[in-house]
């Protein structure tokens, strides 16, 4: 037992260098991370959204959404041509960020709504903590009545807005560009109007960005969508193992089309028993008023009942409760893959019962940075002198007091350093410095499976049960073999097939 301050020093020095032996190895991004038991073999009917889940797009999207963003806040709104200087930058935004929308301040927000000390962005710089601390009354919590609605959107009151599209990442770096350029100058704005002006959730915004981008990934379909090949090998792998697939996406049928015969070939739709566009999602998961319209051949719309859902066609908008009348379709059988936590799966997981599949991309970087040896040990290191705090803290003489504080302020610069292998303005978006992240809470909420890309399924069987990490609750003693025995594979046939394309 460790009783002074000295004999834990040379404790710390001596033993914490022991990084469980193989742990950085486990994880490889196409690995598919359980929250929940799920057994594919049960899975007959597969399910997925489109952008950003069957179509993967390049980030050379985001530029031209943050220039032609940048261009209407300028053409159309009259804000000063000085923001033209500011020009797109790449990391600086994360999925899941919050913004107070009268502040004009983005910021991280933990599963417990307190906002991470150092992740605070007034324009494109950090607000000191003080500062916040000021700001919020004394406290980094925000209350859950000011949070943006279930969908993320902004209803009468609240005052703080969360950013959970893939889309948004160049809106975020646009209200952070135009802050800081009303700021530096010194210019008097109201950043409420703002927000207002830039949010491209605004009705004008949306349409016409949307409008843009479907035209620029038409026109260059090599350059902005990825891995369509991967997406191709998975749709003949579940279809040729006699499973059903279904599409339902918000997108019109012009698009997907162009696209999917890129990815797929023009033959696309024999994989599909149903596909449905211009769906209006998240509404179609929770409203039944919308009646499925069907698409003639020319793309127009038709004015029959529908009475089935039939292969080969194309249906328009609809509703979930509809879709599970007419195809029977329910529980735990379907599994839907959707980039976007509420409006694709938040529903389905509460209400409806089937199981859900997420889309992450960003867990390619960030399972990267938690394999390097610099992650681990800062890690190992963090968690060690935590634990030796823990215990410190009783001692009351005045060497160990003074040995805890020079800990605590290790334990700080520790906590920036691995933060900034991330993102140097926000971290990870899984975590703050202890916490889960708002975001990552919903995530374990919402989804039952996650995974990079969709292209992760061809590491696994489809009779293949993923098993979650049984993780210790914080009443439970911590049983490590427990912790490295389930929910740690390695991605389970992505070795063989390496060799084989090796070969
Ligand atoms: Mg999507």
């Known amino acids: 037992r460790l009783k002074t301050a000295v004999e834990m020093t040379s404790f710390l020095s001596a033993e914490v260098h022991v990084i469980p032996p193989g742990a950085c190895n486990l994880l490889n991004s196409s690995t598919i991370y359980a929250n929940n038991e799920v057994n594919l073999a049960e899975v007959d009917i597969y399910g997925f959204d489109y952008d950003y889940t069957l179509a993967l797009y390049s980030n050379a999207l985001n530029t031209m959404i943050y220039n032609t963003a940048r261009g209407f806040l300028i053409e159309h709104?009259?804000?000063?041509?000085?923001?033209?200087?500011?020009?797109?930058?790449?990391?600086?935004?994360?999925?899941?960020?919050?913004?107070?929308?009268?502040?004009?301040?983005?910021?991280?927000?933990?599963?417990?709504?307190?906002?991470?000390?150092?992740?605070?962005?007034?324009?494109?710089?950090?607000?000191?903590?003080?500062?916040?601390?000021?700001?919020?009354?004394?406290?980094?919590?925000?209350?859950?009545?000011?949070?943006?609605?279930?969908?993320?959107?902004?209803?009468?009151?609240?005052?703080?807005?969360?950013?959970?599209d893939i889309?948004?990442?160049?809106?975020?770096?646009?209200?952070?560009?135009?802050?800081?350029?009303?700021?530096?100058?010194?210019?008097?704005?109201?950043?409420?109007?703002?927000?207002?002006?830039?949010?491209?959730?605004?009705?004008?915004?949306?349409?016409?960005?949307?409008?843009?981008?479907?035209?620029?990934?038409?026109?260059?379909?090599?350059?902005?969508?990825?891995?369509?090949?991967?997406?191709?090998?998975?749709?003949?792998?579940?279809?040729s193992q006699g499973k059903k697939l279904f599409l339902i996406t918000n997108s019109p049928f012009s698009f997907v089309d162009k696209g999917m015969t890129h990815m797929v070939g023009k033959n696309w739709r024999d994989f599909f028993d149903v596909v449905i566009v211009q769906a209006d999602k998240p509404h179609f998961f929770t409203d039944c008023i919308k009646p499925f319209r069907r698409l003639d051949g020319n793309g127009d719309l038709r004015w029959e009942r529908i009475q089935s859902l039939e292969k080969g066609q194309i249906y328009k908008q609809g509703n979930l409760f509809d879709f599970l009348r007419l195809t029977g379709w329910r529980g735990s059988k379907v599994l839907y893959f959707g980039d976007h936590l509420y409006s694709d799966l938040a529903d389905l997981m509460l209400r409806h019962g089937w199981r859900t599949a997420a889309i992450v991309p960003e867990l390619e970087q960030e399972t990267k940075v938690v394999c390097t040896d610099r992650y681990a040990l800062n890690l190992t290191w963090l968690q060690a002198l935590t634990g030796l705090m823990e215990r410190l803290q009783t001692h009351r003489d005045p060497e160990s007091k003074q040995v805890f504080q020079e800990w605590q302020s290790e334990r700080e610069e520790l906590r920036v350093m691995t933060k900034n292998l991330f993102n140097p303005q926000f971290g990870s978006i899984f975590r703050t410095c202890h916490n889960p992240t708002y975001f990552s809470r919903r995530l374990c909420r919402f989804s039952d499976l996650y995974m990079t890309s969709l292209s992760c399924l061809l590491n696994y069987d489809l009779s293949y049960t993923f098993y979650p990490r049984r993780t210790p609750l914080q009443h439970e003693a911590p049983l490590w073999m427990d912790q490295l025995c389930t929910g740690c594979m390695k991605t389970p046939y992505l070795e063989e097939i390496q060799a084989e394309s090796d070969i």
């Not at 933990?110 to 710089?125: K, S």
């Not at 210019?187 to 703002?194: G, Q, R, S, T, W």
Request: glycine content about 8%; hydrophobic content about 40%.
């Open 167 to 239: 889309f948004s990442i160049p809106e975020m770096t646009l209200l952070a560009a135009a802050n800081d350029f009303f700021i530096t100058n010194d210019i008097e704005y109201d950043p409420v109007h703002l927000f207002k002006d830039v949010s491209v959730s605004e009705a004008i915004g949306m349409v016409h960005l949307k409008g843009y981008m479907y035209k620029w990934v038409m026109e260059d379909l090599d350059k902005f969508i990825l891995r369509g090949e991967e997406t191709d090998a998975v749709l003949h792998r579940l279809v």
């Open 77 to 164: 709104f009259k804000y000063p041509e000085g923001i033209c200087k500011y020009d797109y930058i790449p990391n600086f935004a994360a999925r899941g960020l919050h913004y107070d929308i009268q502040k004009g301040l983005l910021m991280k927000i933990d599963a417990f709504h307190y906002i991470q000390p150092g992740t605070v962005y007034r324009g494109l710089n950090p607000v000191p903590d003080e500062e916040v601390l000021q700001l919020y009354g004394g406290t980094y919590h925000v209350p859950l009545q000011q949070d943006s609605g279930f969908y993320g959107k902004v209803k009468g009151g609240p005052k703080v807005k969360q950013f959970m």
